[in-house]
């Protein structure tokens, strides 16, 4: 048996992939134009899943008020309308590949839910390229 | 190996959060808004999955025309321009919340297909909040 | 000339489509099921549209802060998880097909914004049928 | 722990449902309109995904620019404005329902990446069926 | 003033661009691979839209059931999984682009209706590529 | 009588709203986040109408792979994957709101194609804010 409660988010960033280590000729050889040292952006389209048991006093797996509030504390606050590279402190060590961005989002949701509870992250980038992951 | 056929469906009803045995304040302090007495309404949009094994002979897993029918006869008949608390004999007792209603409809279909398959429902209160039940 | 900028906003209300000076029968006639008498439901999606001049100082249009907060003073407030027959003082006297609603919304929006303004709404019942108005 | 990227596409082509060994009437029984011997067609979407675990050194699972390289040889070039039955070799003995596309590209895809990744392939034949295959 | 109301519709067909007077390689130069001789397909979805009055006795611009019923017999039914080249009398001499397809829906579409309705059709050929003709 | 034809595209850039002439404090007031002196970004979706007459020799209004490539050299390879206010000429001097890439955008493709067409360009910066320019 499993039942999973999805909440859909959104923010809009500034990014750029960069690794400090490497020479910028091999920064543009790998990341190509997303590696623009001017960076450039998206609107990220954010599901996260909540897997677990239904209570049956309410009816309900998770309040969703509660998973919003936590979304919009652990992501929204600190990413939206932000420079990610530059001011959310994960990414200034670690490239912000939709693959690190998920996993960082899900780093930070999986502290605040109860740990009764699987914890999904699903990032979209653009329309057409996005990540799934499940811790 | 897996293989799953979906087919959409939608159904438009009204709803509300309530449980019987508790005060109005408590339905007010525990569902919110969800919970006037006078009801509110959603347009349901439903994805149904069933997993199974292809058909060698004609390159079906379940021929659509009856998924399609068996969503039509337990969910859409029942369910469309319904209000579910008043109408719909198991949300007399259970709270219509998302979750519950996609047990609903898994019950449903379930009895109505063969037991090899394997079923799934996801269910889209409105485009930010759904849920995914598989039995 | 012409630039128009549009907002989105939605909201999710229970109504029923019903003629106080008809006959029962008459109502279920011209309007089926939608005038079941316990009401069913939509997720509502509006799309307001504001045409004018740009403003050279800052480039905006209409700064849609402003239009956000007029939307969700004049719409969201009074209609979202709202039973719109029982609890909008206008449909008590006036049938809220997807029409009459796109009405009352434009008359709420255009007496809150400056007269330079020509306004539109686009109003969807469901992801099928929908509605422009533009007074 | 599971970390999936996906890669979406999309390939426009005729197809009819059709089995050489059955009569035109068991072929229309069965097939219904899908079997209409002048073809019919679709705007198939696709969504290709790609589990494994992430590059420390890039922060990437899976380059995508490789992974749209896959995709566009294996899919798009010999998919795209093609009659499926007429001009794919492996539709000429196998029923081409949209079961039987999604596990063709699988196995396409599947024999160009690296062994280490697990793929997965959902195949939009319409926005309301479509299928999930894992191999 | 002006009040529209709209309802949408899909349908699914292979069609080739041709034109008989042209050699082959007139063809292939022109429409390119849209003009292979084994046909190819699209899912195209409608939107006709009906310009009007209200109906202050129903609410109604237009009874919904009607339109619905008539896209169904004039587009439905003679374009859905059909050959538009070979089984649509209007496309064996005028060539389906999509703009044709439109003032044919269009034609169809306006004979039915009351003269004191405009018309207006979207025809989507695919996501990225669509018209809008208006009479 | 009127017949347009529209092509889709897309692009993620990365922006700030900022007049030079104000101060930083002057600035965050009316912009808001939106002023975040190390840019944020977006997904742009733009939607290009051309409105003219139908060559009867093709049944075209215009052939879409020139309006595809003038929207590839016009918009696309200019705006995607930069920083519009530092690498966009137009916008080192011209606040970067949607209003105003709209209007940049209809003025770089209204020069590249005949005179006889009229142009509209739909230009969203997220998907709830989007606005439609007419020339």
Redesign the interface.
């Known amino acids: ?10 923010f ?4 750029r ?1 960069y ?1 400090e280590e490497w020479s910028n000729e091999k920064n543009a050889l ?1 990341f ?3 590696s ?1 040292p ?6 990220y389209d954010l599901e996260v ?1 909540v897997t677990g048991e ?1 209570d049956e ?5 998770i ?3 509660i998973l919003k509030k936590v979304i919009y504390e652990e992501v929204e606050v600190p990413f ?4 990610l590279n ?2 959310v402190e994960a990414f200034k060590t ?7 961005i ?2 960082e989002i899900y780093n930070r949701i999986v502290k605040r839910l109860d740990s009764r509870f699987d914890i999904s992250v699903k990032l979209y980038e ?10």
């Open positions: 048996m499993s039942l999973t409660v999805y909440r859909k988010a959104h809009n960033a500034a990014h992939l690794k790998i190509g134009k997303c623009n001017n960076y450039h952006g998206h609107n899943g239904i006093e309410t009816g309900f797996l309040d969703l008020k939206d309308h932000k420079n530059l001011e670690v490239n912000p590949t939709v693959e690190n998920a996993i653009t329309p057409r390229n996005f990540v799934v992951y499940t811790g």
